[in-house]
């Protein structure tokens, strides 16, 4: 087993460049986020925001029509589209190079069905970023997922046991890795000290972050931000991305623990902008 790279500031540094003076935003990403059922429209609107403020060019929302007031109010630079309309959900998907699916998508049947749809149409070239509901209601159908794209897990630790079938007790660094190697995908295990394992066999470990980010939406914002980096930065080693986005999502949450008991989702969202022209 690979030895585990603590990440440091100097992954950012790598990451995050100036732009090119001749750019537009068909370079830096058509991110689509599908997810936000009646009852959990929060978590695609925070996700969406995430991937705005962290960078995306082009932001579209497949979610719940219920939901769209609230997103528009929320984020006007996304676009949205009903997610249960599956011809325009179908078109969405092929003309998205990054997908996230699953904050806040549920676990009914139209979720179940939104899932096939997305991982029977998504390009071979796109990257599929699979979060919350997602990852649950594919670890249901007992059936390995056979990616033939780029696919991303982010799930947290009682998501983890449910798909890879470890235990919480039994999530340890080389059982994990050979349960993300049988899945042919990367793994962002969320918990104190987040692990991430790669496709090419690294694995690295959050040595930031702490209780002060223990609240409803942080995992979908760390989406977002993957998303938006994912999409952005395509010419750079997937591993370096990931770990690069994943790295800025404490960061922030720890500069604004400065002067916070509690950092919220929307606290980073707010900061991200500021926080990487640090770096550019």
Request: hydrophobic share 45%; charged share 15%; net charge neutral.
């Amino acid at each position: 087993m690979e030895t585990m790279k603590n990440l440091t500031t100097l992954c950012l540094k790598q990451v995050i460049k100036p732009r090119p003076k001749q750019s537009h935003k068909g370079n830096f990403g058509k991110i689509l986020i599908i997810g936000g059922n009646k009852n959990m429209s929060g978590a695609a609107i925070m996700s969406a925001s995430a991937a705005v403020h962290a960078g995306a060019g082009l932001v579209t929302c497949a979610t719940d029509s219920s939901n769209f007031f609230a997103l528009h109010a929320r984020l006007p630079e996304a676009m949205v589209v009903d997610h249960s309309d599956f011809e325009t959900l179908t078109q969405a998907i092929k003309q998205a190079d990054t997908i996230v699916i699953g904050p806040g998508l549920g676990l009914d049947q139209l979720a179940r069905q939104i899932l096939k749809i997305t991982l029977s149409t998504v390009s071979p070239t796109a990257t599929l970023i699979i979060d919350g509901s997602a990852i649950t209601l594919l670890a249901q159908q007992n059936e390995p997922l056979h990616p033939t794209c780029q696919v991303i897990y982010t799930p947290h630790q009682a998501e983890w046991a449910r798909l890879s079938g470890l235990a919480i007790a039994e999530q340890l660094p080389q059982a994990n890795q050979s349960a993300q190697q049988r899945l042919a995908a990367h793994v962002v295990l969320k918990k104190y000290h987040t692990e991430i394992y790669h496709q090419d066999g690294t694995i690295s470990r959050l040595p930031i972050g702490g209780p002060y980010m223990a609240t409803g939406g942080m995992g979908d914002t760390l989406t977002g931000i993957i998303a938006a980096f994912m999409g952005q930065f395509k010419t750079l080693a997937p591993a370096d991305v990931l770990d690069a986005a994943v790295y800025l999502h404490s960061a922030v949450a720890s500069d604004l623990s400065q002067s916070k008991y509690v950092v919220l989702p929307t606290d980073i969202i707010e900061h991200l902008q500021a926080f990487m022209a640090q770096f550019s």
